[in-house]
Nanobody
């Protein structure tokens, strides 16, 4: 099982970006999917998470970011609007996945990270 994130880039303050993360491999089910970020010199923080019936957001992104998922494509998205320079970070997707080879035993998986740079 692998997670592949994409969609990062350079954007001016006030702009928008959409991140995507695809889970591939032999997957039985995906529980939680989410996005974390790590800015230079700071700890990794949870940005947003999504389950089958709920979403959650860090206070710093509420009202600006929207997380969604396409279960048929094993994909999670992060729509980021009204971006600020303080949103600059490497963004990582993560998921709790049950591989087909280990039904009943969920594991955490991480993507490789995609850099988002917001210029002022």
């Amino acid at each position: 099982v692998q997670l592949q994130a994409s969609g990062g880039g350079l954007v001016q303050a006030g702009g928008s970006l959409r991140l995507s993360c695809v889970a591939s491999g032999t997957i039985f089910s995906i529980n939680v999917m989410g996005w974390y970020r790590q800015a230079p010199g700071k700890q990794r923080e949870l940005v947003a998470g999504i389950t089958s019936d709920s979403t959650s957001y860090a206070d710093s992104v509420k009202g600006r970011f929207t997380i969604s998922r396409d279960n048929a494509k094993n994909t999670v998205y992060l729509q980021m609007n009204s971006l600020k320079p303080e949103d600059t970070a490497v963004y990582y997707c993560a998921a709790v996945i049950i591989p087909s080879s280990r039904v009943g035993r969920p594991s955490d998986y991480w993507g490789q990270g995609t850099l988002v740079t917001v210029s002022s």
